[in-house]
C-alpha cells in the first residue's frame, strides 16, 4: 500500500455554522464550502490547509455514525484520512493483514472519492479512513 498523504483530519460537530467561525475567523483558513452525503448522514464541510484539510462533520440524523460519536465521546477529533494510490489494493493488503475493516470495499464520500474505514480496534482506538482521489 501506498500512502501518499494525510488527505484530511475529520473533526465532528453539532453545528458546521458553529464550528466552522473558530476554523475561519479565528484560524484564517478558508472555508470551501459544504456538501451532504446521504449515505452517511453527514454534512461535510473542507477547510484546506496546505496540502490536506481539515473536515468538519455534521450529523444528518440522530442515527448517523456522527450523531453516535458526539453522544459517545463529545465533539472533537473523529478520525484522520490518508490518501492512498490504490484503495482496492491498500484494502485487499489489509484484509490480508487481518486488519478489521469497517469496508470491505470502497464506497463514494465527499467530493466523489472513494473511501473506506479501518475498524479502531485495529488500530490502536483511532478511526482510520482511506481515500482516493482521482
Known amino acids: 500500500m501506498k500512502i501518499l498523504k494525510i488527505d484530511h483530519l475529520g473533526i465532528a460537530v453539532n453545528s458546521i455554522d458553529a464550528g466552522k467561525s473558530f476554523w475561519s475567523e479565528v484560524l484564517g483558513l478558508e472555508f470551501e464550502g459544504a456538501e451532504t452525503v446521504q449515505e452517511q448522514k453527514v454534512t461535510t464541510a473542507f477547510f484546506p490547509v496546505g496540502e490536506s484539510e481539515v473536515e468538519l ?28 494510490e490504490n484503495i482496492e489494493e491498500a484494502l485487499e493488503e489489509l484484509k490480508a493483514k487481518d486488519i478489521q475493516l469497517i469496508d470491505q470495499k470502497p464506497r463514494i464520500g465527499a467530493g466523489g472519492a472513494k473511501i473506506a474505514f479501518l475498524h479502531p480496534k485495529a488500530t490502536g482506538g483511532v478511526l482510520v479512513e482511506l481515500c482516493q482521489r482521482d
Open 57 to 84: 462533520l455534521e450529523s444528518t440524523a440522530p442515527d448517523g455514525p456522527v450523531a453516535k460519536f458526539i453522544e459517545k465521546k463529545g465533539q472533537g477529533f473523529q478520525h484522520v484520512a490518508f490518501r492512498v
